[in-house]
Nanobody, 125 residues
Framework: QVQLVESGGGLVQAGGSLRLSCTDSKRTIATSAVAWFRQAPGKEREFVTGISWSGGRTYYRDFVKGRFTISRDNAKNTAYLQMNSLKPEDTAVYYC??????????????????WGQGTQVTVSS
C-alpha cells in the first residue's frame, strides 16, 4: 500500500515562508506526476499546483502564481512546495497527491491515485 507523507507545515506570520515536502517508501513520487491540494475549514479540497513526472511542466492556480514554487528531486523521491509571501487566506491543510498517468495538471481529487495525510499550514495576520 502506497502512502505519501508530507512534512514542513507549521505556523508562520503573514509574509513568511514555508517549504513542504512529500515522499513515500515505494518510489511512487519518483515515477508519478505530483500535485499539491489544500483544504481550508468548511471548504472543498482544491488544486494548488502540479508538476509532471520529469519536472518539465508545472501548473499553478492564479492565487499562488509568483508566490509558490513546485519542484521535485526524483533521485530523492521527493516533491517540494516552496511557499513565499504567505497570506492568512493560505491557511489550510495541504495534501500531496500522485498520479501515475497525468502530467500534473489534473484538477479533480478522484483523478489522483495516492494521497498523503496532510500537513497543517497556518498563517497569522
Amino acid at each position: 500500500q502506497v502512502q505519501l507523507v508530507e512534512s514542513g507545515g507549521g505556523l508562520v506570520q503573514a509574509g513568511g515562508s514555508l517549504r513542504l515536502s512529500c515522499t513515500d517508501s515505494k518510489r511512487t513520487i519518483a515515477t508519478s506526476a505530483v500535485a499539491w491540494f489544500r483544504q481550508a475549514p468548511g471548504k472543498e479540497r482544491e488544486f494548488v499546483t502540479g508538476i509532471s513526472w520529469s519536472g518539465g511542466r508545472t501548473y499553478y492556480r492564479d492565487f499562488v502564481k509568483g508566490r509558490f514554487t513546485i519542484s521535485r528531486d526524483n533521485a530523492k523521491n521527493t516533491a517540494y512546495l516552496q511557499m513565499n509571501s504567505l497570506k492568512p487566506e493560505d491557511t489550510a491543510v495541504y495534501y500531496c497527491a500522485a498520479d501515475g498517468d497525468g502530467d500534473g495538471n489534473r484538477r479533480l481529487t478522484d483523478e489522483y491515485d495516492y494521497w498523503g495525510q496532510g500537513t497543517q499550514v497556518t498563517v497569522s495576520s
